[in-house]
Every structure is written in structure tokens, then in C-alpha cells.
């Protein structure tokens, strides 16, 4: 049996048609689709908790996510989750306040994780634990009036414990640092 895994959201019930996409999705899914007889399956449901939302009625999507091996890495708005599948038991789980509208993220042959940060324009690579390693952004750093600290939370805690991190583990990077970071995730 051969699957393909797809990644999207489940539409909000709602009574205004006109709302913004970021508020449209009440939940992530994960959906498994046996190609050779067409049957699918939610695999997960996700809902991302309240305190790692950028508001109360913000959109929860499963966006692009990369599968190696036996392992999904997937990404909402503002977390990466890694579950192994099939069975998808959730092995990892981070979120950072500075995380921003995030797209995708793929593993490097490091072991680290390359994320796409688009919301403020930069790619960032982590540890397994959530520290940043690199970050590469069209600026010349992130700024530390906006970000002055980090939680993080580690893949083995579970979701609602925190630890904090000062800024300085973020090391700006250069316009061709950021172009190196974006290549190596393309690469990954």
C-alpha cells in the first residue's frame, strides 16, 4: 500500500463570507490518502493552543511540510511540529514567539531544522530543542525592541511548559548569509 500524506485545515462554520483567510480554518489536519484504492483518513487533528496563536480567532493550518523516512515534519502559523507516521504519534513540538506566518520547514543533514519564517522575511535554522543556530533575514538583525526574549518550548516537554532564552542566541546573518540558509533548505 502506498500513501501520500496531504496537509490543510478544516473550514470554519461561519456566517460572513468575507472574512480574511487567517481566520477562515478552526483546526489543522493531517490526512492520509491510500493511492491504490482512493480511501483517506484524518491521521490528526491539531488545534494550536491559545497562548501560541498571534490572537484568539487566528487561522489553524498545517501548512508545507517536509516527510524523511518515517518522520512528518509539518508547520501551522507559529509552530513545527515532527510526528512519526504512520501511526503519527507527535516526537517534537516548537513554538517562539518569533515565529511569523510560518511556511515551511525541512530537517538539514545536521539534524537541525530549517524554518520558513515569511512573516518577517527570514529563514531559521533550530536544534531539535528550539534554539536558534543561524537566521538569515533581509535585515540586518531582528529587532530586539520587538523579540527581547525567546520561549521556546523543547520537543520533550509537553506544549504548555516554557523556557526562556535571551535574544543573543539569534546571530544575524548577512544578505549572502540568508541566501546560503534558503539554499540549504531548498537542498535539505
Known amino acids: 500500500m502506498k500513501n501520500l500524506y496531504v496537509l490543510g485545515a478544516r473550514e470554519k462554520v461561519r456566517f460572513l463570507k468575507d472574512e480574511e483567510e487567517w481566520r477562515l480554518y478552526d483546526r489543522a489536519l493531517a490526512v492520509r490518502v491510500d493511492i491504490e484504492t482512493k480511501a483517506s483518513e484524518v491521521c490528526v487533528e491539531h488545534i494550536t493552543p491559545l497562548e501560541a496563536r498571534a490572537s484568539g480567532d487566528s487561522s489553524v493550518v498545517f501548512k508545507c511540510g517536509t516527510l524523511q523516512g518515517n518522520t512528518l515534519y509539518a508547520c501551522t502559523s507559529t509552530e513545527v511540529l515532527i510526528y512519526e507516521v504512520p501511526e503519527f504519534k507527535r516526537t517534537g ?17 545536521e539534524g537541525n531544522l530549517l ?6 522575511d527570514m529563514v531559521v535554522e533550530l536544534t531539535g530543542m528550539g534554539i536558534c543556530v543561524a537566521s ?9 525592541r520587538t523579540f527581547p526574549r525567546v520561549s521556546i518550548t523543547a520537543k ?33
Open 136 to 144: 538569515g533575514t533581509s535585515w540586518a538583525r531582528i529587532p530586539r
Open 93 to 109: 513540538y516548537i513554538s517562539l514567539p518569533c515565529f511569523n506566518d510560518l511556511h515551511h520547514v525541512t530537517p538539514t543533514p
Open 156 to 188: 520533550s516537554k509537553p506544549p504548555n511548559r516554557t523556557t526562556l532564552i535571551p535574544i543573543s542566541s539569534f546571530k544575524s546573518k548577512t544578505r549572502s548569509g540568508s541566501r546560503d540558509l534558503i539554499r540549504r533548505m531548498l537542498c535539505a
Open 115 to 120: 524554518v520558513a519564517n515569511t512573516g518577517l
